[in-house]
């Protein structure tokens, strides 16, 4: 695990800009298939809720996990998509990495190290790069 | 009448205690404190489900994360992510409160996820006792979620946390509602843990009540071991009607003479003696007599291990090793340290069941009996079972006991009262002539045979074993014979007077 191995998984996986984004991941890695509210993922994650929902409409938005799509519930099925996207494989080795506590730290330092964000006037708790969703690849 | 559709769990053991299996559709209820094996349970009856029974399954957790089940369901050989992959399981993680109300909604995404893999079992690990949504009882909460699963047609393992040390003394009111209950525990024993479950009550089907031990099995999953005293089929009881015919040579020169030509098939011989007395050559000889006609023998050994008893064996002239590479016997060791009875009669079962012997030797019962003890019926109990299994087989068998007494016996099975059960009662005494311990063996018992009760003396030599020397003895032997004394086993004997006549027949 070098510095530059996961900056290049983080280059091609690219959507990932914030903390809360990396340890959502972490989270639907362990739970694969988890019906929830964000408020409960808030809790789970440790991230206040605002950060929570745009960290996981960047992961819907880039393909990396999907939702039921009855939008009258308040908890979703969401479900890691690790095999059916086309960065699976990036994603997998990422997620691998991560898994460990001296892995995930080195991954949030890679984010960090990453170019500023783009969008002006955002706080800590704010997506830290593009912070505009990514397209579906 | 209408035979149930019963869903075989496919745990080992287990659906013989559920007599084939539950009722499809039955909400069942896992209860028992942490570490008793609710998890394991659950997650082996989805497992077993889609891979064995095509029965597509759901798990769905509230505390543990997915991949820790996965990671130890691996320890049992359970592939659970591959399951996944090919659309056989779904392990959806979630809340109590959420699962609850999807439960109550005929649209839920929950419940369509299951439907889309054609789901005929869940498990919900971690129920607790439930709030009722609208401010009502447990019991009505409870039985909502049993109703939502009944409309989707699971059937449904639930495993309940109990808190409580006494069980029975306070029950969940989940516990009324449930279709099933299997109570799982695990207790203290001798320094050990016993596991044990017991399906206190099963709607739609018959089960063998009773607490049944299980053990956790790396690489396998659970092994259920019916009670011991749980009664078997009707063919067991049936099968201690003898061949009053055909007789079974016990392989030691001038016994078969002294039971009317050898011990009936089928039949329950107990040699009992001091340790030293010969009982372990006995039994070897026997079964090298059944090896040498091509008979199958089976010896359970409990205080030798294998290696000692093939040289014990050796030193008599029998060349056990060569009889086992024939496939004629089965040498079987369990140290009797931590015995399960259970489990040790279930595995019994299985080795008669399989290798299907013509004779038996169990060396010897002394040790489950100091292993179990004498105060409650266990040892009694299990004597009983292992007796009825070896005449359903028609297996004719030889249980060695060792009585503590030395000279003379006061009583034959001391504490263990389980003489009235066996067909054959030999005992095998020392007697104390001179400066020198010698042999004998007295015929006590011949179930539906005559038997004369005589005391004869035998000898054990090295490399050939041990024979009954004939009666009275030869006059080139240097020795008194037996019927030269009077009381040989009042622990006194004396000397007759004057010197023996011959006896006339």
Redesign the interface.
């Known amino acids: 695990m070098t510095p530059k191995r996961i900056r290049d998984l983080l280059d091609r996986i690219e959507c990932l800009g914030h903390a809360c984004d990396l340890d959502l991941l972490l989270f639907f890695?362990?739970?694969?298939?988890?019906?929830?509210?964000s408020e409960?993922l808030a809790v789970y994650v440790g991230y206040d809720l605002p950060q929570v929902e745009r960290s996981l409409e960047t992961l819907l938005t880039a393909g990396l996990l999907r939702q039921?799509s009855?939008s009258t519930?308040p908890?979703?099925?969401y479900v890691l998509t690790r095999?059916s996207s086309p960065l699976g494989g990036s994603l997998s080795s990422l997620l691998r990495i991560a898994a460990t506590r001296d892995g995930r730290l080195a991954v949030l330092h890679a984010l960090k190290q990453r170019q500023p964000p783009r969008l002006s006037g955002r706080d800590e708790s704010e997506p830290v790069a593009n912070g505009r969703p990514v397209p579906r690849t | 009448m209408l035979e149930p559709d019963l869903v075989k769990t496919g745990i080992k053991g287990l659906d013989e205690v559920l007599s084939g299996g539950i009722p499809r559709g039955n909400v069942i209820l896992l209860a028992g404190t942490a570490g008793t094996g609710k998890t394991t349970i659950g997650v082996e009856f989805v497992y077993r489900g889609a891979s064995q029974f095509n029965e597509p399954g759901v798990i769905v957790l509230f505390e543990v994360a997915p991949d820790k089940v996965m990671r130890d369901a691996a320890l049992f050989g359970w592939d659970l992510r591959e399951l996944e992959r090919t659309g056989r399981l779904k392990m959806i993680f979630t809340t109590r409160q959420l699962f609850q109300q999807e439960l109550l909604k005929a649209d839920s995404p929950l419940l369509a996820e299951a439907a889309e893999i054609g789901a005929r079992r869940i498990f919900v690990d971690g129920v607790v006792r439930l709030p009722e949504p609208n401010g009502g009882d447990a019991r009505d909460a409870f039985h909502l979620l049993a109703e939502g699963l009944h409309r989707e047609n699971l059937t449904a393992m639930l495993a309940l946390e109990s808190t409580f040390a006494d069980p029975a003394g306070a029950r969940a009111p989940e516990e009324f509602v449930a279709d099933t209950i299997i109570r799982l525990s695990i207790e203290p024993v001798q320094r050990a843990v016993l596991r044990s479950l017991e399906v206190v009550k099963s709607r739609g089907h018959e089960h063998a009540l009773g607490r049944h031990s299980f053990r956790i099995i790396n690489g396998q999953g659970l092994e259920v071991y019916r009670r011991v005293q749980a009664p078997r089929s009707l063919q067991r009881e049936r099968g201690a009607a003898f061949d009053p015919t055909s007789r079974v040579a016990t392989g030691i020169p001038g016994l078969d003479e002294l039971v009317n030509g050898g011990y009936f098939v089928a039949s329950t011989t107990l040699v009992v003696g001091i340790s030293g007395a010969g009982k372990s050559v006995m039994a070897l000889q026997f079964i090298a007599e059944g090896a040498r006609r091509g008979e199958r023998s089976l010896m359970i050994t409990l205080d030798e291990p294998p290696a000692q008893v093939l040289r014990n064996a050796q030193s008599i002239g029998i060349d056990l090793q060569s009889a086992i590479d024939r496939g004629l016997v089965h040498l079987w060791y369990e140290p009797p340290q931590e015995f399960e009875i259970d489990r040790h009669f279930a595995q019994i079962e299985a080795i008669v069941e399989g290798f299907r012997p013509q004779r038996a030797v169990i060396d010897s019962l002394s040790t489950y009996g100091s292993s179990l003890g004498p105060a409650e019926r266990s040892f009694r109990d299990f004597f009983h079972a292992i007796v009825a299994l070896m005449k359903e087989h028609q297996v004719t068998a030889v249980y060695n006991h060792e009585n503590p007494e030395m000279l003379g016996m006061s009583s034959m099975m001391g504490e263990f009262k389980v003489s009235s059960l066996v067909d054959n009662i030999i005992l095998m005494n020392w007697v104390e002539l001179g400066d020198t311990f010698r042999h004998a063996l007295t015929v006590a018992k011949m179930r539906a045979m005559p038997t004369s009760r005589t005391t004869h003396e035998c000898e054990i030599l090295n490399g050939q074993g041990m024979k009954v020397l004939p009666r009275p003895l030869r006059a080139a032997l240097p020795m008194v014979p037996f019927a030269g004394y009077l009381g040989l086993l009042s622990r006194a004997p004396e000397r007759r007077t004057p010197p023996m006549v011959p006896e006339t027949q």
């Open positions: 890695y362990r739970h694969p298939q988890a019906f929830l509210n409960r039921s009855d519930r908890a979703r099925l095999s």
